[in-house]
């Protein structure tokens, strides 16, 4: 995975990261995404979320998901997640499955 770059602002409340299409920001429990109307996000769904943000469309295995992800217990946890994001998302498509290899934001 590719590490956090210099133009990554955050902290546990707050999280803010350039990507090519504009910028994400995240407070609290609710995501800025470009060109979207904010977005609240249940726990889980934004852990999973903030690590994809603070990843800047690089590719995350599962087993690195997990890994940051203690909470979340198990794959079968960790797909519901993703699910669960994808589904309170604009556009499912921002979180993309790279097959054999894991799960990066589209942004």
Known sequence: MAEPADDVLGD???LCVCMPHGTV???GSVVHLPGAEPVRLAPGPMSVMRALVKARGAVISREHL???LPQCGSVHGL???ISRLRQSLPNPD???TVVKRG???AL
């Open 25 to 27: 920001e995240i407070i």
């Open 103 to 105: 799960y990066r934001l």
């Open 79 to 81: 797909e519901m997640w």
């Open 12 to 14: 546990d409340h707050y």
């Open 94 to 96: 921002t979180v993309q």
């Open 66 to 68: 997990l890994w940051v």
